[in-house]
């Protein structure tokens, strides 16, 4: 990480974790759809059981590797640019840190 403040560095791991547990609350609710699918008869154990499996296997190992290897200013900053974290949840100081990498992700978001 840059040579930030402890401070800033505290929060940008607070920040990084709150975004984790966001983006894992999601996709967790979208496996538990899958679950109450199973439960009222439109699948069966063995779809329910292969979602499962691509949910350990893929997004959630995923969601793990991008919040263990990547910075937590790169976290949080595609975290406020894509809405996980809300620019009011990010203390000033640091969004001013991180503001110009959130608008160069939203620039580039927009193009695709």
Not at 7 to 22: H, V
Not at 28 to 55: A, P, S, V, Y
């Amino acid at each position: 990480m840059n040579e930030y403040s402890k401070k800033i560095r505290k929060r940008l791991k607070e920040l990084t974790a709150l975004a984790y547990q966001r983006e894992l609350d999601t996709e967790l609710k979208l496996l538990h759809e899958k679950f109450n699918d199973w439960e009222n008869g439109k699948t069966n154990c063995f779809e329910l059981n292969e979602h499962i499996h691509k949910f350990h296997n893929g997004t959630s190992k995923e969601i793990w590797k991008k919040y263990n290897y990547t910075d937590p200013d790169m976290i949080v900053s595609s975290a406020v640019a894509f809405e996980i974290l809300k620019r009011d949840e990010v203390p000033e100081e640091t969004l001013d840190i991180i503001d110009r990498r959130v608008k160069l992700i939203q620039e580039i978001n927009e193009d695709k």
